[in-house]
């Protein structure tokens, strides 16, 4: 079969258990995909070919000797470089980690893998996933396929430019202020952060503890909620994790959203450019026609979202990195002779400007004399905009904002950092409130670039919100590949 | 409003164990003023009698505690062999030297 990327990665298990194609075929395809693009794209670190064919191989035996296969055999996943495989390099992305063999597998990909999955390489990503264009790598600049000047978004954008691309049926990204939605919306694709605490972090490479989780990046909703089935469990080694049951999320079955209230914060929204605007009242209008009620709801509060971000983000991630010193972790310099010159010298020639701005905010916001007045009053913050969504879900089953508020911009355009945080404002009110989240694409007029709406909903509904995508996915027109790379 | 100096940056840079350029320095002092500048909108919003958000909260069941119990989780070799190691054990330079402690 000549043009098996095309298909998804639910469509490709099925025809592998209906024996039209082997594992061992299908990852050669994505390999050979992979070799042709990457180039151009920038979207994978690197690619575990021998590895990737030795498992296709020993999927297509588990088959023919009639063994039990698991839910994703013979579908190649690709890894975002911030979790662990074991065995190989996870970079993050950074100069310090360049040569970093991971001793164990992350709990996702450990459950992948049992499930049938082929890890089939590590995908680029903003230095330590700090950023949202997938300019901050230290090794190249992920690019869009719908536009290979602009960005894919971040922090995920390699993950995001190599579905949507079709180098890989399926992808990982992590998401601590919109790393996985707002790529997957730059370029056309499905992106779902789950409740935190549904997806384990064991394995990942901590940026900001509280709020980051892992999740698929998909072609469609089917494939986002089968790489859920397999990963959303309760995990022993993070105990942030639910101790309850797994969610039941492949019964898609329900293609409208009779007798549900979605909210819209219209208020919050008042700043949208013409496009975006345009786009999003013609989503809620889609949503409208599946039955749904349309309700406005109160979340005023959002707008001080980026500002509560900044401080506990940083504040987090200072702490993280401290244990990248180039005696436990990172890179060593070369050039020190005492331990503190390791630390001073092995992070200066480790970490990228980015990175170290990070570091040195949170660093502030957490010192003594200004914790009060940054930290605790984000923190504060942050439980008043969990009580807002609270409210809100008290009134609608699902909250409903663009993703972004403006398509993928050109690589280079944001000079000042600053302003690109400022891009951040509908993604991360999610990761505060621990609320899981999706961006679904929206129809484009042809020659325009990709958008999407995100769905919210209460803490712990993951399956709901998958529903609700799914619903909204069925009723929009379905979703394009890039000329480029059909 | 507050006033983010260079000297709260190389404070800063020594409490986290980076170094930056004069170039660097200039950019960074002026890059998080504007940083500061913006988060402190917050003052807007009256806290004073609300409760810091805690993610664990009771709320939501999370993982009980583990038993506290040997587990082979994680294997010494993988480990040692990211870092110079001897006998087991990580190496690094001495820590005192002729001229006392290092640090």
Known sequence: MKDLHTLSASKLHRLFLRGDLSAFEITNHFLAR????????????????DKARKKACAIDERKARGLPLGKMAAIPVGIKDNTHIRGTITT????????????????????????????????????FSM????????????RNPWDLERTPGGSSGGSAAAVAARLVPIATGSDTGGSIRQPAAFCGIVGFKPTYGRVSRYGLIAFGSSMDQIG????????????????????????????????????????????KVVGVPWSFLHNLDPQSKQSFDSSVATLKDLGATIQEVDLDLLRYSIAVYYILATAEASTNLSRFDGIRYGKRSTKADSVEDI??????????????????????VLSSGHQDEFYRKAQKMRFLMQEAFAEAFSACDYVVMPTSPVNAFPLGSFQD????????????????ACLPGISVPVPVAEGEL??????????????????????????????QIPRAFL | MFKFTKDILRYLEKLSCIQCSTEEEEELTQSLQKILEYVEQLGEIDTENVPTFWSNDQKTPRQPLRKDTIDNLLLKKPYLDNVESTAGMIRVPPVLTDKGTSS
Request: charged letters at 20%; a negative charge.
């Open chain 1, 417 to 432: 950092p600053f302003h690109m945080y400022l891009q951040d404002m509908f993604t991360i009110p999610a990761n505060l």
């Open chain 1, 450 to 479: 990709p958008l999407g709406l995100q769905i919210l909903g209460p803490q712990m509904r993951d399956a709901a919100v998958m529903q609700a995508a799914y619903a909204f996915e069925c009723a929009s027109s379905r979703i």
């Open chain 1, 34 to 49: 992979i070799e042709a693009h990457n180039d151009a794209l920038g979207s994978f670190l690197k690619v575990h070919a």
């Open chain 1, 216 to 259: 698929p990046l998909a072609t469609c909703v089917e494939d986002a909620a089968l790489m859920m089935e397999i990963i959303g469990r309760s995990c022993p080694h993070d105990p942030t994790t639910f101790d309850l049951p797994p969610e039941t999320y492949l019964d898609l079955q329900k293609k409208d959203l009779e007798g």
């Open chain 1, 343 to 364: 630390y001073q010298m092995s992070r200066n020639e480790g970490f990228g400007s980015e990175v170290k701005k990070r570091i040195l905010l949170g660093t502030f």
């Open chain 1, 92 to 127: 993050c992305a950074s100069k310090f980690l360049a040569d970093y063999r991971a001793p164990f597998s992350a709990t996702v990909v450990r459950l992948m893998e049992e499930a049938g999955a082929i890890p089939i390489g590590k995908t680029n990503l903003d230095e």
């Open chain 1, 131 to 142: 950023g949202s264009s997938g300019e901050n790598s230290a090794y190249a600049k992920s």
